[in-house]
Antibody
């Protein structure tokens, strides 16, 4: 059974660096990519980036300069790091499976991140 | 970047109605179009992938169609449990979601 679970701090200050973890089960990260999707409160979903089964990454150009996605395959974990946080980065962050050519078939429950001073 | 224009943004319908939701891409996306359902407080759920392939476990009243730049999600007979927000996603070039359609019961 495929499962994903996001974890990380709920409250961040502007200019800080966000670190989120996506812990997966039911599949191997070496066989399946994982993407991150953000949803500002009441607004559209936005794809942020993906780490592929082979370990390479692709990022949304809108956040590419601030974003890094990595993984630890032995722990079945994918990591998101985003620096220079601003209040507009507030929202729910989801990780989701991203098989090549068939994105986002399974999702985690999401983690709410609030950026506020 | 490919832009997705989804319509309508809000839809009110009666149980049993046939409901259609549309997404228009700013360029040809070669049928690389998925549909998602998101209920309040829940993660999105994939309904349809690559225009017309039904995700396992999704009721057959959901269907998708389209080509080129224009795509449609159809619910053949609306059920109370279908109240949700629906999003399209193009994955032909990058990944871009539509703005969502909030579906409510009349």
């Amino acid at each position: 059974q495929v499962q994903l679970e996001e974890s990380g701090p709920g409250l961040m200050q502007p200019s800080e660096t966000l670190s989120l973890t996506c812990t997966v089960s039911g599949f191997s990260l070496t066989n399946n990519g994982v993407g991150w999707v953000r949803q500002p409160l009441g607004k559209d979903l936005v794809w942020m980036g993906t780490i592929w089964a082979g370990g390479s990454t692709n990022y949304n150009s809108a956040v590419q300069s601030r974003l890094s996605i990595s993984r630890d395959t032995s722990k079945s974990q994918v990591f998101l790091k985003m620096n220079s946080l601003q209040p507009e980065d507030t929202g729910t962050y989801y990780c989701a499976t991203h098989p090549f050519g068939s994105p986002f078939d399974y999702w985690g429950q999401g983690v709410l991140v609030t950026v506020s001073s | 970047d490919i832009q997705m224009t989804q319509s309508p943004s809000f839809l009110s319908a009666t149980v049993g109605d046939r409901v259609t939701i549309n997404c228009k891409a700013s360029q040809n996306i070669n049928k690389y179009l998925n549909w998602y359902q998101q209920k309040l407080g829940e993660a999105p759920k994939r309904l349809i992938y690559n225009t017309n392939s039904l995700q396992t476990g999704i009721p057959s009243r959901f269907s998708g169609s389209g080509s080129g730049t224009d795509y449609t999600l159809t619910i053949s007979s609306l059920q109370p449990e279908d109240v949700a927000t629906y999003f399209c996603l193009q994955h032909n070039s990058g990944n871009t979601f539509g703005a969502g359609t909030k579906l409510e019961l009349k």
